[in-house]
């Protein structure tokens, strides 16, 4: 289990689950989205992605405020061919629109073997692994990706170009868990920026650039994260942006540098590719060479630099999800007081 | 146009062509397929990817020399659904399997938006880029990915247990020409770490493992490559092996530390994913929101201490192609007589 922070309370998935879906309802939501939404939170603290849970809630809000994420959206298909499918979003909570995305792509895979649904006009996809472990525990592999506007240097840049946009990969692991790779294309999060910046704790070399575009290991000067590995990170994030914005004609990097007026709004687009491997071999082989391949590894020396034992992709969230599930989700004295002002705004019970 | 290394002379790329065509052919290749096998070559050559060139003629001989490569091989469809194939390779060299995956990829999505094929038992895929770039070309989207035997730490680990397997990603980019990411999982490729060693110049700390699995600077004793940003590199290569390798029941992370005979041999696996997004959009709006991406990007503070231009994927190696196809390809000297003494052994006419 890992640390709580200081001054932080333990509470059970099942009660943030349910106050934030309540939040959202009294936002204005239907009870069946914001179940949705309050799912995609709740699967992020329980796996210890503490900044894509419940802390989210006010950043929603802000975005329901400003109308960048509708309230009340119309998603529907606007282009289909047998194994492609694009959906327009309509600027709902981006969960709403992936598990539907999910969905589709599935339905998709079984009839031709691979699926594909461009999600169009979405807004915070949240944590793209709840789609891919989705599709992985049905049986699938899955390939998922977003784009959103710049937040991160292009490689070569002194400043902000493309953002640090995720990817996943998963497929069916042992014993029905999913093994899920999910990860970004910066060499650090922008929530791990604020975190150091509230600590006032260096940052590592490399890994951003201050307001002027000069490498800087100040917590206090560091604004914008450098990409993985250079041009391989940012070359990532374009080709995610090429791929997802542009064919579906909803650019965000064009347009956050345009002067049109709204150039700054959030927005996302996404793309979920599902793969019926079932039509390919048996899911008992399939897990037979998992199994052989996951012992090799984790028979591999431990270097002790870094942990006590050798882990799969995903097997870290796993642990903590098992771990959370008995003892609750740690919430900083910090978010308790902003949810609280939220219950009462919004006139929902609070549990803090 | 990249220096010509120390006693190296220029060839133009249509006699390197045609010379390394003659030495398949010499070695029991077909004609067509020693063409396709010294395209490959010829590709990396013209975009300044030396390592994956004709200095890897030596490489296909061992491996034709050790049956690992099969000279003769009977490419075969193995499973077919609508939108996704399974491509038995016989242990041919990998550009002869890639080509023909690329084009059933491409037929696929023509009729279903997305073709997927998965090439089972292949050798050296050669530049994945040659292929993505192909698709791109055609008008569609690419993702291409390859699963080899372990040569880079697994995240966590002392030794090796995944590979420096590489991803691409392709798309239709101005004036014909593709945008391409080509990019491997390890932070630091062997061709690399072999320079270094020839020069006997330090690594940059957090490349590589020394055989005892410690953390080496000393490029004499570098050995296995580390992961491009620790867990999301290593992560990568794993899901590659886990999607490419595994639902064709042809493991190589399994089997290269099982006890079986033949475990160190070469083979590979890969995928090819063709997307058909002029089913989405016109190729004019694509290729307008392409532009005005490019453009915004172009247009960023360059970072002085990169470059003095800002590039999209694969623009170093289109303008080094420009360059090589006016100037020739620069051959060290020591690469020069490597050939030319194959060239005599094989009873080829040698440029050298």
Not at 33 to 43: G, Y
Not at 51 to 67: A, C, E, N, Q
Not at 325 to 349: N, R, W
């Amino acid at each position: 289990m890992s640390p709580s922070p200081k001054g932080s309370i333990r509470i059970p998935s099942e009660t943030l689950n349910a106050f934030s879906k309540a939040l959202f309802v009294a936002k204005g939501v239907s009870p069946e989205h914001a179940q949705t939404m309050a799912n995609a939170l709740t699967w992020a603290d329980l796996r210890g992605v503490d900044t894509h849970g419940i802390s989210r809630v006010p950043m929603y809000f802000r975005l329901l405020d400003s109308k960048e994420m509708n309230a009340a959206p119309n998603l529907h298909v606007i282009q289909e061919t047998l194994a492609l499918t694009v959906l327009e979003a309509d600027r709902c909570a981006g969960p709403i629109a992936m598990q539907q995305a999910s969905d589709i792509a599935m339905q998709k895979a079984k009839l031709t073997g691979i699926g594909l649904v461009m999600v169009r006009n979405t807004t915070h996809t949240a944590s793209l692994g709840i789609y891919s472990e989705k599709v992985a525990k049905a049986g699938m592999a899955c390939i998922a990706l977003a784009a959103s506007r710049p937040n991160m240097a292009y490689y070569g840049a002194k400043a902000a170009g493309v953002s640090t946009a995720p990817f996943s990969m998963a497929v069916p692991g042992p014993k029905g868990q999913a093994i899920i790779l999910d990860m970004a294309s910066g060499i650090v999060s922008l929530g791990k920026l604020a975190q150091l910046k509230a600590k006032n704790e260096e940052l590592q070399t490399g890994w951003a650039l201050d307001a002027q575009g000069q490498e800087t290991i100040d917590p206090q000067k560091a604004l914008t994260p450098l990409p993985l590995g250079g041009p391989k990170g940012s070359g990532l994030s374009l080709m995610f942006e090429l791929m997802a914005s542009l064919p579906v004609l909803n650019p965000l990097i064009g347009h956050f540098f345009s002067d049109k007026e709204d150039a700054q709004r959030h927005c996302q687009n996404a793309w979920i590719i599902a793969i019926d491997i079932a039509q390919v071999c048996s899911e008992a082989s399939f897990q037979a060479e998992m199994d052989n391949t996951i012992k090799a590894l984790k028979a591999l020396p431990v270097d002790e630099r870094v942990g006590t034992e050798i882990l799969m992709p995903g097997e870290r969230g796993y642990k903590e999800r098992v771990s959370r599930e008995k003892s609750g989700v740690p919430i900083p004295a910090k978010m308790q007081s902003t949810l609280h002002e939220l219950a009462l705004k919004y006139k929902v019970p609070s549990p803090f």
